[in-house]
């Protein structure tokens, strides 16, 4: 996947990792509402452990939920996959109708300025400089980090080009194949057709609503205080669903003013989103582990 990704937007406009950040509200609040149902309705009995697994779901990364679920509820492993898998797919369907509750026409309109180009030797450095932090604050995640800077300092080196065209080619769909079994064979009927499935598939429902809401909320804020325009929308593309949000967002802005391309813009939150949910990861890993 991070072969795949380029840095190159959030670098060129830093304070959009803010709305990243800001999306992430969706994993820490599906964790408290995860522990409260469990607690106070009877209807389901989570763990804080399991609760923790649970609500990764909240950032639309599936690599990051199979990493939490592995570690923290294995039991559960097959359950979150689906859902976290589930609801970046339904991307599409799910985030418009919340962009729009949430935005005017006038905020939907927003032209935002080109950003500057950014120099290759940023991107260079800009993983390595990711990674180390990662591994110094939160070492529970540098293994999730460091695979995603490992594969995006490949392509971005210029020096391994068959390497990573590998990695975005026939490595990807090949992992993906096996992934997919793999997560097939923990969905036995007798584990996965259950009340707390069911749980498991709302609780990310309302996690990954949340999560775009608080973008979109968040881009609205920033705008109201910055010189320069931010379209609200790019918001919903703080989520890790890359680069499927940042696609969802463009096309939601060139439906209410053609010609509006928002797409590079968007595609600054949804990487810093990627790292956002890396570090929330390493976060819960380090408390419930």
Do not use: C, W
């Not at 990704?5 to 670098?11: E, I, K, M, N, V």
């Not at 923290?72 to 962009?99: D, F, K, N, R, T």
């Not at 940023?122 to 540098?142: G, N, R, S």
């Not at 080619?169 to 707390?196: H, P, W």
């Amino acid at each position: 996947v991070g072969a795949m990704t380029d840095f190159g937007p959030l670098l060129s406009n830093p304070k959009t990792a803010l709305l990243g950040g800001a999306a992430q509200f969706g994993i820490f609040g599906s964790l408290v509402g995860a522990a409260a149902l469990s607690q106070y309705t009877g209807m389901v009995d989570f763990t804080l452990k399991q609760s923790a697994a649970i609500s990764i779901i909240g950032g639309a990364d599936g690599p990051t939920s199979i990493f939490i679920a592995s570690a923290l509820a294995p039991e559960l492993l097959g359950a979150i996959a689906v859902a976290a898998y589930s609801y970046m797919a339904l991307v599409p369907v799910i985030q418009p109708p919340i962009m729009r509750a949430l935005t005017n026409p006038e905020e939907r309109k927003i032209v935002m300025k080109t950003t500057r180009k950014v120099n290759p030797l940023e991107k260079l450095i800009f993983p390595l400089v990711v990674i180390m932090m990662i591994a110094l604050i939160l070492p529970d995640a540098a293994p999730l980090m460091g695979a995603f800077a490992l594969g995006n300092f490949a392509k971005e080196s210029g020096v391994v080009d068959r390497l990573s065209n590998e990695m975005q080619n026939s490595l990807i769909n090949i992992v993906t194949i096996f992934l997919g079994l793999g997560v097939g064979s923990k969905l036995q009927s007798d584990t996965f057709l259950v009340a707390e499935s069911l749980g498991i598939m709302v609780i990310g429902l309302l996690a990954f609503s949340a999560g775009t809401a608080a973008g979109v909320l968040m881009g609205k804020l920033m705008n109201r205080f910055s010189k320069e325009p931010i379209n609200p929308l790019i918001g919903a593309a703080g989520v890790s669903a890359v680069p499927m949000a940042a696609r969802v967002v463009s096309k939601v802005g060139s439906e209410e003013k053609p010609g509006n391309i928002l797409l590079m813009h968007a595609m600054g939150p949804n990487v810093a989103g990627v790292i956002g949910s890396a570090v929330a990861a390493g976060v819960l890993l380090s408390i419930f582990k």
